[in-house]
């Protein structure tokens, strides 16, 4: 049995007088995401995207990036230890 992804609709307004796309992206919660170039809208669509994910436990299959910082580890020299 073959069951569709969960989807959502959100809504993308563009202004037309712009040379880089330039507008908002609304959720259906009635949420604005302003946007100004391609990266702003790639941002916005994945802020949209996984904020829709977050709120709905049926979407978990969408998984969150990973923001911590990466762990340090500090070597030192083994010549050091014997000192």
Known sequence: MNRRPQTTTATLELELATEAPTGALTDGAGQARRF??????????????????????????????????????THRNPSEATQ
């Not at 996984?50 to 998984?63: E, M």
């Open 36 to 73: 100004s170039g391609w990266i702003e809208l790639a941002a916005a669509i994945e802020d949209w995207r996984t904020s829709t994910a977050q709120a709905d436990p049926r979407q978990a299959a969408i998984k969150q990036p990973d923001r911590r910082p990466a762990a340090t580890t």
